[in-house]
């Protein structure tokens, strides 16, 4: 069973940069796909993107052109950057996978909290 | 894309039924059965209870049953018990993206 491991709470300044961790554990990534998800306080889900397991990443038009999902094959981990930091992207960010062609999102990372404020 | 739309809140007493209604439209909902639902308790990710529009993953209780017609998806929650009292989100394919639902409040009264 895949479990998501991500990595821990960001404090940045508005404008700058935030790169978020996804660790698998228990297969590779290249057999699946991974999405990013976030969830700003108090509020619903929504969906940024996703790297599919054969490598083609795609993105939710909100966060085209400032957001960008990257993988490193030999750590079996993905990361999604998040640019141009905004107080509005204050938010916790998960990781989760989708069996290719199930169209479902099982199991999630922990989440991460990301907190945009000078 | 725009989020589904779900009404806000929801509740009931113990042992009752609810549903939740998931409204899209024929590029999400409408086109693609593969509506899934995510249980979320205060804190915590979001947990899958159904995908496929009807399936539910092992270990979900068969008191979570889901549905669609035309471009709503419902979840029900039969035998309503106090650790169902979570937020609840449905999720659509739409093209070569996803959607989700604005999300629903359920309190077991």
């Known amino acids: 069973q895949v479990q998501l491991v991500q990595s821990g709470t960001e404090v940045k300044e508005p404008g700058v940069s935030v790169k978020v961790s996804c660790k698998a554990s228990?297969?590779?990534?290249?057999?699946?796909?991974i999405h990013w998800v976030r969830q700003a306080p108090g509020q619903g889900l929504e969906w940024m993107g996703v790297m599919y397991g054969y490598g083609q990443t795609i993105y939710a038009q909100t966060f085209q052109g400032r957001v960008t999902i990257t993988r490193d094959s030999s750590t079996d981990t993905v990361y999604m950057e998040v640019n141009s930091l905004r107080s509005d992207d204050t938010a916790v960010y998960y990781c989760t996978k989708e069996t290719p062609r199930a169209y479902y999102f099982d199991p999630w990372g922990q989440g991460t909290l990301v907190t945009v404020s000078s | 894309q725009s989020a589904l739309t779900q009404p806000p809140s929801a509740s009931g007493s113990p042992g009752q039924s609810i549903t939740i209604s998931c409204t899209g439209t024929s590029s999400d909902i409408g086109r693609f059965n593969y509506v899934s639902w995510y249980q979320q308790q205060p804190g915590k990710a979001p947990k899958l209870i159904i995908y496929e529009v009807t399936r539910r993953p092992s270990g979900v209780p068969d008191r979570f049953s889901g549905s669609k017609s035309d471009n709503t998806a419902a979840l029900t929650v039969s035998g309503l018990q106090a650790e169902d009292e979570a937020d609840y989100y449905c999720k659509s394919v739409a093209g070569s993206s996803f959607v989700f639902g604005t999300g629903t409040r359920v309190t077991v009264l």
């Open positions: 228990g297969n590779t990534f290249t057999n699946y796909h």
